[in-house]
């Protein structure tokens, strides 16, 4: 069973920047596809960036392509969104998610085995 730690969530400006971070244990973390999933109130949940378990791959959203960046530390068993260029309708609360599978597939929710409980993210204007 994995388990997955979402910090670094809060509140920032318009045009600011927050780094997500996602710790994981119980797993072999260095063979997981590892998500990040936000859910806007009222919303339903939506796909924002993976990353192979190598790292060498990854897949964005193109509402977050070119402001935000996942990446990952094997060695360290966590995988981060850095955030940048921040607008409000970034703001959600952000899950990350542990995957066995890599590809197409990786956007969608039901591909993802485990999940964290959540960081909000507020981004005022």
């Known amino acids: 069973q994995v388990q997955l730690v979402e910090s670094g969530g809060g509140l920032v400006q318009a045009g600011g920047s927050l780094r997500l971070s996602c710790a994981a244990s119980g797993g072999t973390f260095s063979t997981y596809t590892m998500g990040w999933f936000r859910q806007a109130p009222g919303k339903e949940r939506e796909f924002v960036a993976a990353i192979r378990w190598s790292g060498g791959s990854t897949y964005y959203t193109n509402s977050v392509s070119g402001r935000f960046t996942i990446s990952r530390d094997n060695a360290k068993n966590t995988v981060y969104l850095q955030m940048n260029s921040m607008k409000p309708e970034d703001t959600a609360v952000y899950y990350c998610?542990?995957?066995?599978?890599?590809?197409?597939?990786?956007?969608?929710?039901?591909?993802?085995?485990?999940w964290g409980q959540g960081t909000q993210v507020t981004v005022s204007s």
């Open positions: 998610a542990a995957s066995y599978v890599w590809g197409q597939r990786v956007t969608m929710g039901r591909s993802y085995d485990y």
